[in-house]
């Protein structure tokens, strides 16, 4: 099947549904849950993840997924498994079921590359319809490329270079540059056909990848931006590179390598037989015959492209496939910012006046300091994530929610330094090993600096940023100055002269008041 070079349209495709954002997230109020699910009907499985999309930032609230092998044998017989047509078919009467009982608002059903290439594809997508009551879209292959593309862009909206999904049937690679999907191409290379079209003849796979990323030729005009690799098997791979460089933190999204790394990584995997692969953990014994032909598809793909970086996403299709229901990839959005101003929400403690908490702060950090404005936003938002926890604990259950929260599209930087951040505020010390693996001795600093800073501010108006807000803080070089209303009880110096001494001392200043 030859390759197809398209440019792929930047607005046709939208839902026209629009959210009032201004109703997805009330500051103060806890937020109430809106479900909204994507069935990918793939080739070789078929995943429901159900979505709680009442705040601007969708969140996985439930995921399942049944490997039915649909592909399986697709190469030699053009059709669908019998196997795969009964086990998807069980899934699919099940995923209804779920979704019924669960009050999910909207369901999208996406049938992919061996659904749309099978000749008994239609009458299988006429069966569930008819039993299971759904409405299906049988995608084509720019179809498929622009909404993997979507779901980057929505955990990454400056994402620039190059997404690469690969699945059991094909391989789409997808320019992306100034925020929107540009070229593309869909391969047939996928995890099942690739091995089945070769006879699991390796050299014959290496060739063939080699002939048809070869016969796209804008790949080569990427060289130095970023790889984007998405769909299980690659994830797989993601995780093997983590435990080779006994990477602190297992969290695949955001984790970033450079080119020469996923290369190792690649071939290492690429020459591994299924036997030994099923002694490695990173790799799931379902994928061991396969994930070595996508290392091979990744090593080709990575000659060819030439990336700076590899940047592992778990946004895929699916999040692509919500974020266009919701209609959130026309706003402005920032997965940092909506991320953890949503946390806070849930936590049940008002939101408002943080952003003005966070310029309060502003005085402490030079313009290139690693508490970027970004940053002190969203610490401020997240400054009274454990309110409800036992005091004891504050410190640390505020650091592994943070550390560990289901965000897609944060830097693993941002959740170390926030983590840190947060971590001090509520008076943590010694603790918070992985995250200080993340950061250097600067960052992690300027994350305690700012945690101080937030515990000072909460401790002037028990919590409430307002209070703080009538009073300033600026610096100098030997001092540390906090300046308060004159002749109001409610500023007493005694009360949180501690706080600013603390916060002094690890500036190397000496704290100081004055009145206004």
Same mark, same amino acid.
């Given at each position: ?21 201004? %109703?997805?997230?009330?500051?103060? @109020? ?5 479900? &909204? ?43 669908? +498994?019998?196997?795969? &047509?009964?086990? =998807? ?45 759904? @409405?299906?879209?049988?995608? +084509? ?18 994402? #620039? ?40 003849? /390796? ?19 990427? $060289? ?11 994830? =797989?791979?993601? /995780?093997?590179?983590?435990? $080779? ?12 390598? %450079? ?5 190792d990584i690649a071939r290492l995997v690429s020459s591994q037989s299924a036997a030994s692969l099923k002694t490695m953990p990173s790799i799931p014994k379902r994928r061991s015959e396969t994930v070595p032909f996508a290392a091979l598809v990744l090593d080709r793909l990575l000659k060819a492209a030439k990336p700076e970086r590899v940047v592992f996403s778990a946004a895929s299709m699916r999040e ?17 910012? %909506? ?43 997240? +400054? ?30 941002? /959740? ?29 600093? +300027? =994350? ?21 807000? /009538? ?6 070089? #030997? ?24 916060? =002094? ?8 008041? #004055?009145?206004?």
């Amino acid at each position: 099947m030859p390759s197809k070079t398209v440019l792929l349209p930047q607005t046709s495709c939208w839902m026209k549904i629009k959210q009032n954002q201004n %109703d997805l997230l009330t500051s103060g @109020s806890a937020v109430s849950r809106r479900l &909204v699910a994507v069935i990918d009907l793939g080739s070789n499985s078929v995943r429901l993840v159900i979505y709680d999309c009442a705040s601007p930032h969708p969140v996985p609230f439930f995921n399942e997924k049944v490997i039915a092998g649909l592909a399986q044998g697709i190469e030699q017989s053009g059709q669908l +498994s019998p196997e795969g &047509v009964d086990l =998807a078919m069980a899934a699919m009467k099940r995923f209804s079921q779920l979704c019924n009982r669960l009050g999910v608002e909207h369901v999208s059903v996406l049938a992919t590359a061996a659904v749309r290439e099978a000749g008994n594809g239609p009458a299988f997508v006429t069966e569930i319809e008819e039993t299971c009551g759904f @409405s299906i879209e049988i995608i +084509s292959g720019e179809r498929e490329a622009l909404l993997s593309a979507m779901g980057v862009l929505a955990a990454n909206p400056k994402a #620039d270079g190059l997404v690469g999904d690969i699945g059991g049937g094909s391989l789409d690679v997808i320019e992306l540059k100034d925020g929107k999907a540009g070229r593309f191409a869909t391969l047939p290379l996928g995890t099942i056909r690739l091995p089945e079209h070769v006879g699991y003849d /390796r050299k014959k796979a290496r060739a063939r990848a080699d002939k048809l990323i070869g016969d796209v030729s804008w790949l080569g005009e990427l $060289q130095g931006r970023s790889f984007y690799p998405v769909g299980g098997a690659w994830r =797989a791979l993601g /995780r093997t590179a983590m435990v $080779q460089a006994s990477y602190p933190l297992e969290i695949i999204d955001n984790y970033v390598i %450079d080119r020469a790394y996923a290369t190792d990584i690649a071939r290492l995997v690429s020459s591994q037989s299924a036997a030994s692969l099923k002694t490695m953990p990173s790799i799931p014994k379902r994928r061991s015959e396969t994930v070595p032909f996508a290392a091979l598809v990744l090593d080709r793909l990575l000659k060819a492209a030439k990336p700076e970086r590899v940047v592992f996403s778990a946004a895929s299709m699916r999040e692509g496939a919500v974020y266009e229901y919701l209609n959130l990839l026309n706003d402005d959005h920032d997965p940092l910012l %909506d991320s953890c101003r949503d946390l806070a929400a849930k936590a049940g403690r008002d939101v408002v006046g943080k952003e003005q908490l966070a310029d309060w702060m502003a005085p402490l950090f030079r313009e290139d300091d690693p508490a970027t404005p970004a940053l002190r936003k969203a610490a401020a938002y997240l +400054s009274n994530i454990s309110w409800m926890d036992h005091p004891e604990y504050r410190a640390d259950m505020s650091y592994l929610k943070i550390l560990q929260a289901p965000f897609i599209g944060l830097r693993h930087f941002d /959740r170390a330094f926030l983590a840190i951040a947060i971590y001090t505020r509520y008076e943590g010390e010694g603790g918070a090993g992985i995250a200080r693996k993340l950061l250097s001795g600067d960052a992690q600093k +300027s =994350a305690a600096v700012l945690g101080l800073a937030l515990r000072l501010a909460h401790g002037i108006g028990a919590g409430q940023p307002d209070a703080a807000m /009538r009073t300033s803080l600026s610096l100098s070089k #030997d001092t540390l100055t906090l300046t308060l209303p004159r002749d109001d009880a409610l500023y007493s110096e005694t009360a949180f002269s501690s706080r600013l001494k603390k916060l =002094a001392a690890l500036m190397g200043r000496s704290p100081a008041f #004055d009145y206004c």
